[in-house]
């Protein structure tokens, strides 16, 4: 079989042909979200490779190109071709590969898409069938549009670090971001949505057109109520001072955390059930939701005496068996032996050639007639060059090669 | 309707946040998306806050009314078999069927997939519930704020030594809704290809770890998960949030390279000993403490745009933390035509956000504001069901539509 045919594949996206000129997170999250249905994705790498291959997390904390787990996951299933975009013979490859293409997702900066020939007129001028999509932080117009951003600063201009850490009395500790790059994430399957949308638009004007994404914005549209609170009510929402409604709280248990959520009076009630009903439970200082939310100081301590002497997951079922709807705060090793997700065959094996055969985080959805599958593992930087250009008549000696060792 | 989904019909069953916020993602691409509410039980967020002037009123919520922009509404009552019947007819003549109930609550009512698909041989249906159609616990409960701890995000979020923290908002609602918006697409697409529909299982939890990866993978590969470090980044130092000047004022800075940690030093007006001492990223990580202090020293005094303006003209990536009002008041995103004011009956016009994108040759625009309770029915029963004024007049006196 050849390696062109194992990138296609069964799922509902297979036929669609998609180029990935990125570096990060973003447009490669979008682009594993098209490749995972069956997508043909060839992903362009800058001859030092794109940045995650620098980032990690890596086996024993050794950076190596070739391991970085960020890196594996997010390209698994896509071909991967270096190309140096800042020389003629590379761009001229990439017009090549362009050539009978769907999508292009491009989520580099805006100085490095005017150097490699990443704009949209140009690139629509070229190919008038290609639907490009480009991933900015800011967009690509507005005052913003040339502002250097990180994952941590678009977390913060999105308006969410703001409404998170702290609590009552620690007004010192700064807002807190959220683990990983979930900026870029947002970003990514936002970007994928759009671009599934345009490819709809196509099939209807017969045109490529394009999609602008800014990623301040994806963040921004799920701040969930907070955000209305200004114009609905002219105030500011904060992560400061006591939440209305309460419990809905970390606790900890004997064996780790727990998470305790009682929105409606029957599941609080249900709870004191679980507890045996302690005296304390019936003060009127806890009578109802609003209550307990006003004298949480006091409850919190009372629940957290309780809680200390009990198991998580023996609490979480016994919760649950009750319809209380409290989680464990899972660790990633608790995940890892989930009976849940294994019964659900959520992690998926794949086998790399250097990085080994590890458990990737598999399907986040199941589609009944065309099966989500990981087909084939991240490439090697530049292991696809030659088999790509050569497909294209284009001599693969001709463009840049990979810099440097791979460790 | 511009947007490339018009002629598309969705019959929206999903309610609270992570559904609406797929079916968001679909209107804003020009789908008809008809909310199919009950009538004694309206979308959860019709109840919850903000309201102007502090008024409840199941139209008057900026909750619900930021993430059904463009939408439609019908009420029925679907535990009447007339009802039932209503909503079987919409789903004949939809193209896709949403829902993020409870696993077994849609076959209970009578809309499970099987039913629909006789109904509508190539329907796609796309439920998203917390824990997925199947698995041992698929039955639990899932709440939105629950979720966040059960994906495995806050047991890595949070301030070095203290206990696992929240995100600060539900986070598997709107990651979930936006990866249901992904996989409805994908199977339409699919089904424009073979005319075959399908059932898709999508699980909150599980979209929620597919944003962790880094989490996972080092797990995977080490054995261990990386431990809560507050703002801070393994590759980059100074990396967080500091104190600005103003009343809870907040500014994000992220040093990126050893090059950038120089041009922080010379606008921070830091002496050559103190900038060389930490001019490599690896002397910046061992004394971070210290480094940060010596930030919060310089921001403390100054407000966030000022910072934000002096650190940008400097090439560092800086930004405000933004509230909701900065968000609300903010020129770039004024400029860039991201905000929606449309007139709405019962709140007037005000300001939602709008669509995190733009698109060239089929433009996305929104269409119009969120959907009254029950704004709709007659249009569904009248136009698209062919159902006769007297006959919709006597199922509103009976009360199986609203």
Not at chain 1, 27 to 35: E, N, P, T
Not at chain 1, 138 to 160: K, Q, R, V
Not at chain 2, 332 to 361: D, Y
């Amino acid at each position: 079989m050849s390696a062109a045919a194992t990138v296609q594949g069964d799922g509902a996206l297979a036929g669609l042909r998609v180029v990935e000129c990125g570096d990060g997170v973003a447009a490669a999250y979008a682009g594993k979200l098209f490749a995972d249905l069956g997508a043909d994705v060839v992903k362009v790498e800058p001859p030092a490779g794109d940045a995650t291959r620098r980032r990690g997390p890596f086996p024993g904390g050794t950076v190596h190109r070739e391991r970085s787990g960020l890196f594996l996951y997010l390209n698994a299933n896509k071909r991967g071709i270096v190309l140096d975009l800042g020389r003629a013979v590379d761009r001229g490859a990439l017009d090549r590969l362009l050539e009978g293409r769907d999508l292009l997702l491009t989520d580099l900066p805006g100085r490095a898409r005017e150097r490699d020939g990443l704009e949209w007129p140009a690139i629509h001028a070229r190919h008038p069938d290609v639907v490009m999509t480009t991933i900015a932080p800011f967009g690509t117009h507005g005052p913003w549009a040339d502002f250097e951003a990180t994952d941590l600063t678009l977390w913060a201009a999105g308006g969410i670090a703001y409404l998170n850490g702290g609590g009552p009395g620690t007004d010192a500790m700064p807002p807190l971001k959220a683990f990983g790059q979930q900026a870029a994430f947002q970003g990514g399957v936002h970007a994928a949505v759009a671009s599934m949308g345009a490819l709809f638009g196509r099939r209807r004007t017969g045109a490529g057109q394009h999609v602008e994404v800014s990623i301040q914005e994806c963040v921004a549209s799920i701040l969930e109520l907070t955000y209305a609170f200004w114009p609905y009510m002219g105030l500011v929402a904060s992560r400061l001072g006591h939440k209305p409604i309460q419990p809905l709280d970390f606790f900890e248990c004997r064996d780790g955390w727990i998470y305790l959520c009682c929105i409606e009076e029957h599941q609080w009630q249900r709870f004191v059930e679980l507890m045996g009903s302690p005296e304390w439970a019936g003060m009127e200082l806890f009578q109802d939701r609003m209550a307990r939310g006003a004298n949480w100081d006091a409850l919190k301590i009372f629940l957290q005496d309780w809680m200390r002497e009990q198991s998580v997951r023996e609490l979480y079922e016994a919760g649950q068996a009750r319809r209380i709807p409290l989680a464990p705060v899972s660790t990633m090793g608790d995940l890892m032996q989930s009976e849940h997700l294994a019964t659900r065959g959520f992690f998926a094996e794949l086998a790399h050639p250097t990085a080994g055969t590890l458990r990737y985080p598999g399907a986040p959805y199941r589609f009944g007639a065309t099966p989500w599958r990981l087909r084939t593992p991240a490439p090697l930087l530049g292991q696809h060059t030659a088999e790509v250009l050569d497909a294209l008549g284009v001599d693969p000696a001709s463009t840049a090669a990979p810099a440097g060792e791979a460790s | 309707m511009t947007g490339p989904l018009a002629g598309i019909r969705i019959a929206d069953f999903t309610w609270v946040w992570a559904g609406p916020h797929a079916t968001l993602q679909l209107a804003h691409l020009g789908a008809e998306v008809i909310r199919v509410e009950a009538v004694e039980r309206p979308c959860v967020t019709r109840l919850l806050p903000p309201w102007p002037d502090g008024q409840p009123g199941l139209n008057r919520s900026g909750y619900f009314n930021q993430f059904n922009q463009g939408k439609r509404s019908i009420a029925l009552d679907l535990k009447t078999p007339e009802g039932l019947d209503l909503a079987h007819r919409l789903v004949a003549c939809s193209d896709v069927v949403t829902e993020n109930f409870a696993a077994g609550v849609m076959d209970r009512l009578g809309l499970g997939y099987e039913a629909l698909r006789a109904l509508k041989p190539d329907v796609v249906m796309v439920a998203l519930s917390g824990y997925g159609a199947t698995g041992p616990e698929h039955e639990f409960v899932s709440y939105g704020p629950a979720q966040v701890p059960l994906s495995g995000m806050s047991s890595l979020t949070g301030y070095r030594d203290w206990p696992p923290m929240h995100v600060g908002i539900s986070y598997g609602d709107p990651n979930g809704g936006a990866h249901g918006a992904f996989a409805v697409l994908a199977a339409l697409w699919h089904r424009e290809r073979t005319g075959e529909g399908q059932y898709v299982d999508l699980s909150q939890w599980e979209t929620g770890m597919a944003v962790l990866a880094e989490g996972l993978m080092d797990q995977a590969m080490n054995g261990s998960a990386p431990a809560r470090d507050g703002n801070r980044d393994p590759h980059m130092a100074p990396h967080g949030i500091f104190r600005a000047a103003g009343d809870d004022r907040w500014i994000a800075i992220a040093v990126r390279s050893d090059g950038e940690w120089h041009r922080l030093a010379a606008l921070m007006g830091l002496a050559a000993p103190e900038r060389e001492r930490y001019a490599t990223l690896a002397a910046r990580k061992a004394d971070e403490d210290a480094v940060e202090a010596l930030v919060t020293g310089w921001t403390a005094t100054r407000t966030p745009e000022d910072l934000m303006a002096l650190l940008q003209d400097a090439g560092l990536a800086a930004a405000p933390a933004m509230t909701n009002r900065d968000l609300h008041d903010d020129a770039h995103l004024g400029a860039r035509g991201f905000f929606v004011e449309l007139e709405h009956p019962e709140v007037g016009r005000r300001r939602h956000l709008g669509i995190p994108w733009t698109m060239s040759g089929t433009p996305c625009t929104v269409a119009r504001p969120a959907p009254c309770f029950g704004e709709a029915t007659d249009y569904v029963l009248g136009e698209l069901l062919g159902i006769d004024a007297a006959t919709r007049a006597d199922l509103r006196a009976r009360g199986i539509v609203a």
